[in-house]
């Protein structure tokens, strides 16, 4: 299959396009190359005969036409995105752009080409959503594909738009789409202004790990690579127009999360612990959602897809990878894009 992946300069797209080519897909790369991207993360994959990259920002039409054209593809990825929702708070402007302005861009451009290739059934238009776009839970409960939409920061608001878009542009057009909602995600590769890189990074910094409000915001935590799996499962199996729910089954407080991150240095990192010493509770992020939690009975039963790694060991890797890779955030650190507290409102 030949795959048009949007942000596969990012943390998410770049798993999504290590493997693709893994399993022999071929893959084009668009991407903007924004503060968040960083095209080292694709590294291993650049050399290969499967892969291209195409350096254009999704709100430009006339590009987009052309990637189209230039490269016929039978399926579009789309996770290019304004990610952050501190970001987004701080300047609400650029996420509806990218998330929704671009969204649109893109659905035309796949339209168009998709009607010019006699509207091929085989055809996927697949966006990439967060959970967030259902809003916040209370201590119990999960978010089904049924929940109704209640977003509460620019980030999520803009989310849930672009997904109202690509279910419209089914409903009116008949463009074969795909819908995928997913908790929040961690691994290798992830940018250091997210909270997991920030405590890693921080602790071995020797500096305080800061925790918004009591630390007791519940979120569930999928592996990075096991949602590049979910997602070419997704791609191959699922029914067009359908949504799924994609999630880790590891629910943790971010208290809970930070403590586990730090016991994990206290081991493979002994210098300077025990790193909990470090935790600073610092001001909370205005319309903090309290609890997130994925109902995954959609997927599993009907698409037979289930996460492969556990939170012990995801976190476990992720610590490793990134004391192993200091090259890599060392490098994006020299850049001088993050660390300053954002988000106050
Ligand atoms: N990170 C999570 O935990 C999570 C969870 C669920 C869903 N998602 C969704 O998955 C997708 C990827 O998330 P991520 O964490 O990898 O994001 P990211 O911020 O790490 O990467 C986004 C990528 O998109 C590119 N990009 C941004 N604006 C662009 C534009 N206008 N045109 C072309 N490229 C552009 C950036 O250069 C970057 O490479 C997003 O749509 C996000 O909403 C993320």
């Not at 920002?57 to 304004?82: G, K, Q, S, W, Y």
């Not at 419209?168 to 795909?178: F, K, Q, R, S």
């Amino acid at each position: 299959m030949k795959l048009l992946i949007t942000g596969g300069a990012g943390f998410i797209g770049s798993a999504v396009v290590r493997l693709a080519v893994a399993r022999g897909h071929h893959v084009v790369n668009l991407d903007a190359l924004t503060y968040a991207s960083c095209l080292a993360n694709v590294a291993e994959v650049a050399g290969d005969p499967l892969y291209s990259f195409e350096h254009a920002n999704i709100c430009d039409r006339a590009a987009l036409d052309r990637i189209f054209t230039d490269h016929a593809p039978d399926a579009v990825m789309h996770l290019a995105a304004e990610s952050h929702v501190d970001r987004s708070i701080d300047g609400p402007g650029a996420f509806i752009e990218t998330n929704v302005t671009g969204t649109y861009n893109l659905l035309e451009a796949a339209r168009t080409y998709w009607r010019a290739q006699g509207q091929p059934e085989a055809f996927r238009f697949h966006h990439v959503s967060t959970d967030e776009v259902y809003g916040s839970l209370g201590p119990t409960g999960a978010f089904t594909e049924e929940t109704p939409y209640a977003p509460n920061s620019p980030y999520s608001a803009s989310k849930a738009a672009s997904d109202h878009l690509v279910r419209a542009w089914h409903e009116t057009y008949g463009l074969p789409t795909l819908l995928t909602n997913c908790s929040n995600n961690y691994g290798p590769y992830h940018f250091p202004e997210k909270l997991i890189p920030v405590v890693i990074l921080k602790a071995l910094a020797g500096q305080p790990i800061p925790i918004y409000g009591d630390g007791a915001n519940v979120r569930d935590w999928l592996y990075v690579e096991d949602h590049a799996d979910a997602l070419l499962h997704v791609l191959d199996r699922g029914t067009v127009a359908r949504s799924y729910n994609v999630g880790g089954e590891n629910e943790l407080s971010n208290l809970d999360l930070v403590q586990s991150l730090c016991a994990i240095l206290d081991e493979e990192h002994p210098d300077g612990a025990p790193h909990d010493r470090l935790i600073s509770f610092v001001a909370d992020r205005p319309g903090h959602d309290a609890r997130y939690a994925i109902d995954p009975t959609r997927i599993r039963t009907e698409l037979g897809w289930r996460p492969s790694v556990t939170v012990t060991e995801g976190l476990k890797r992720t610590v490793e990878w990134y004391l192993k890779n200091e090259n890599w955030w060392q490098a994006i650190l020299a850049r001088g894009e993050v660390g300053e507290r954002l988000g106050l409102g």
